[in-house]
């Protein structure tokens, strides 16, 4: 049984590991192919509080969405 559990939590962990990479280049393959400088960017609405979260908010869920259909 605890071969079991352990092999479980590895797979699991396995594909959170996987997600998390490819959630990571998703995001940077949609700067680089609309042409985005993310430090030039991000230093633009750093000091507009409101503007950052809306920014990373839609940011995260256009990535959400675009890992959801493949997996």
Request: net charge positive.
């Amino acid at each position: 049984m605890d071969k079991f559990l352990l092999m479980d939590f590895l797979i699991k962990l396995f594909y959170a590991l996987v997600t998390l990479g490819f959630i990571w280049m998703t995001a940077r393959l949609s700067d680089k192919m609309i042409g985005l400088d993310f430090k030039t960017e991000f230093e633009k609405v750093r000091h507009d509080s409101k503007a950052l979260g809306i920014y990373f908010a839609g940011r995260l869920i256009a990535i959400a969405i675009i890992v959801s259909s493949f997996f």
